[in-house]
């Protein structure tokens, strides 16, 4: 049973443009959420988090949005650029356990 | 700064055999996470170290695996008599302690078992 879901194995953007990477979950004791970012052969590395109290957060090129309502968060990158060609991950924590649970997985294609 | 690192990069064995894989996690870093990345697939949460003790060890898949930390730094993730199904990329991350402190992975082992 997925709990966390990304339904987007891959997604390809011109450069400039937004990129939008989606992910849904299940379980409602999830209270923070957090993107990774994966280039072939490294481990993913931190982007962006949002805590459940909030509905967005914003770090630059980057921002995460949080409907609780849907189960539903939302990555988006703009401007694109090619370096963000990449693998993104959504992953949650519950409570105060810091286990993390991950999606599937979104691969985003920047093309120049 | 070092971040985190795994040995060994790649480990191939065959079934049945026994393998160790190592994590040196981020200097003062309290907490110690495995994760297992099949092919296609997120990570998948394995086992969770907070100083020397398993703080959560609920993803172990069955009694063929097993994790150490003995000194409270270096862990070591153990799997006996491996399958094939054992193949996938094992991920080792780091952080302080806390809820909200954020995971700094290392670059993971590649096992493949034939």
């Known amino acids: 049973d997925q709990q966390v879901k990304q339904n987007s194995p891959s997604l390809s953007v011109q450069e400039g443009r937004i990129s939008i990477l989606n992910c849904d979950y299940t379980n409602s004791m999830f209270d923070y959420f957090l993107w990774y970012k994966k280039y072939p052969a490294e481990g993913p590395t931190f982007l962006i988090s949002i805590s459940s109290i909030k509905d967005k957060n914003e770090d630059g090129r980057f921002t995460v949005f949080l409907n609780k309502s849907a189960k539903h968060l939302s990555l988006h990158i703009v401007p694109s650029q090619p370096g963000d060609s990449a693998v993104y991950f959504c992953?949650?924590?519950?409570?105060?356990?810091?286990?993390?649970?991950f999606g599937g997985g979104t691969r985003l294609m920047v093309k120049p | 700064g070092a971040g985190v690192s795994q040995t060994p990069s790649n480990k191939v064995t065959e079934k049945g055999k026994y393998v160790e894989l190592r994590c040196d996690p981020i200097s003062g870093h309290t907490a110690l996470y495995w994760y297992r990345q099949s092919l296609g697939q997120g990570p998948e949460f394995l086992i969770y170290f907070q100083g020397t003790g398993a703080a959560d060890d609920s993803g172990l898949p069955n009694d063929r695996f097993f994790a150490v930390r003995p000194e409270g730094s270096v862990s070591t993730l153990k799997i006996q008599r491996t399958e094939r199904g054992d193949s996938a990329v094992y991920l080792c991350?780091?952080?302080?302690?806390?809820?909200?402190?954020?995971?700094?992975f290392g670059p993971g082992t590649r096992l493949t078992v034939l």
């Open positions: 992953a949650a924590r519950r409570g105060a356990g810091n286990m993390l649970t």
């Open positions: 991350a780091s952080s302080l302690s806390g809820p909200n402190n954020e995971q700094f």
